[in-house]
């Protein structure tokens, strides 16, 4: 059973541009939720989504978004990249049908703001 | 807002010996995840608590829940080298996972 596939595993972008970062669940999982891990701040939660829905947003600014396809399939897009925005960004994908509530993540994708 | 404390942040500890690592939280939750992170790598998930008194063990990492006292605890017992890692507890707040900033663990000879 393949897991959480988050790609490009590596990226370096230059202040101002965008980026976006990919993730596909393990199959059948609905839940895909995103978290910055930093040096400094720890992992943070970003926001979690369930069938194409955004459930829950945590304390980022507006220039952090994402969405959800019906496949499960789960983008997160940051504008105007700040030098403050390099992380590990990690998805998750749980079932959440109330019953196992696991949360399994992704390698992650290495962001570098230059 | 829910706060996650975990001590101590670095541990540094001879194999054969046993230490507890302490996860405290601010609210009341359901859910209580433990993870072990090796360097540049990925969350590994190694235990889930969902109810007050739940205790789970795979080899030699032994995790309880007391949700009264909103503590969790993983034991390690008889430490081995490939133990080294960071270890996070995450406490459920609706949909999110909110983490504590991670027990560095050194296991030496």
């Known amino acids: 059973k393949a897991g959480v596939t988050q790609t490009p595993r590596y990226l370096i972008k230059t202040r101002g541009q965008q980026v976006t970062l990919s993730c596909s669940p393990i199959s059948g999982h609905r839940s895909v939720s995103w978290y910055q891990q930093t040096p400094g701040q720890g992992l943070q939660f970003l926001f979690e989504y369930f069938s194409e829905t955004q459930r829950n947003k945590g304390n980022f600014p507006g220039r952090f978004s994402g969405r959800q396809f019906s496949n499960s399939r789960s983008e997160m897009n940051v504008s105007t990249l700040e030098l403050g925005d390099s992380a590990l960004y990690l998805c998750?994908?749980?079932?959440?049908?109330?019953?196992?509530?696991?949360?399994?993540f992704g390698q992650g994708t290495r962001l570098t703001v230059v | 807002e829910l706060k996650v404390e975990q001590n101590p942040l670095f541990l540094s500890m001879q194999e054969g010996k046993n230490y507890t690592i302490y996860c405290n939280y601010s609210?009341?939750?359901?859910?209580l995840y433990w993870y072990r992170q090796d360097p540049g790598k990925s969350l590994e998930s190694l235990f889930v608590?969902?109810?007050?008194?739940a205790v789970k063990q795979e080899g030699r990492l032994m995790a309880s829940l007391d949700t009264k006292a909103r503590l969790s605890t993983l034991h390690i017992t008889a430490a081995v080298h490939d133990l080294s890692a960071t270890y996070f507890c995450?406490?459920?707040?609706?949909?999110?996972?909110?983490f504590g900033k991670g027990t560095s663990l050194l296991v030496t000879p």
């Open positions: 608590l969902l109810s007050n008194g």
């Open positions: 609210t009341t939750s359901d859910r």
């Open positions: 995450a406490v459920a707040a609706g949909y999110a996972l909110n």
């Open positions: 998750a994908s749980s079932l959440n049908d109330n019953s196992n509530t696991e949360a399994f």
